[in-house]
């Protein structure tokens, strides 16, 4: 999926065509404009978006697409052609950040002070952990060490945990990363590195194990 000022589009990058398109707001949210469903297919829009989309994200089968946004309200697409499948309503703020946990449907996103997780397959809302005041939480899940990463947006920590540990509100372990406020974090395919970058432009490479510094 890629996101621009107007659009929301998916692409197949074997022969770079355009599958599907979704209309997309600016940076201020206009109620007006928000969700003109109407059913999706190949190669033609679909009038389904909101004002301003920090983020996307695909299903680890691919088969869905998790579009985030300014009206607090979690979308689920259907990746093959855009057809809406479903709203995610139980946040009070803006949604910045979501991913998924490999080979599942549990999906973790996060909002102003709040990572809350989601059960896809069975009762949706299942655990919230509360995060700084003002934060704006980033986050990632890795495949091989299944584990989850976390950094709130208002300092250079980062947090991380398992997987399974988050729901039933596990501890979780942090360490200091930056010396300005980390605002993206992501793990390698296999698990074993963290990568994070602060709002000073710095990126940092960390075993995920010890948060030793490999490379810098």
Do not use: N, Q
């Amino acid at each position: 999926g890629v996101w621009s000022a107007a659009e929301v589009s998916a692409w197949d990058l074997v022969t770079f065509e355009r599958r599907w398109s979704a209309p997309a707001g600016l940076s201020e949210p206009r109620p007006e404009a928000l969700w003109d469903f109407a059913a999706g297919s190949e190669g033609a829009p679909t009038k389904a978006h909101m004002p301003w989309t920090p983020r996307l994200v695909f299903s680890p089968d691919g088969c869905l697409l998790v579009v985030t946004g300014w009206d607090a309200v979690v979308r689920i697409l259907e990746a093959a052609g855009g057809k809406p499948l479903g709203e995610l309503r139980a946040h009070e703020t803006a949604v910045y950040s979501a991913a998924f946990a490999p080979r599942s449907r549990l999906l973790v996103v996060g909002t102003v002070a709040t990572l809350r997780s989601w059960d896809l397959e069975r009762h949706p809302g299942i655990a919230s952990r509360e995060v700084p005041s003002g934060a704006r939480p980033c986050v990632a899940l890795s495949s091989g060490t299944r584990k989850l990463a976390w950094a709130t947006g208002t300092d250079g920590s980062v947090s991380v945990s398992s997987i399974a540990a988050f729901p039933v509100g596990g501890e979780a372990e942090s360490f200091r990363a930056h010396a300005s406020a980390v605002d993206a974090v992501c793990f390698d395919p296999r698990g074993e590195r963290l990568a994070t970058a602060d709002d000073a432009g710095e990126i940092a490479l960390w075993r995920t194990e010890s948060r030793e510094l490999p490379t810098r």
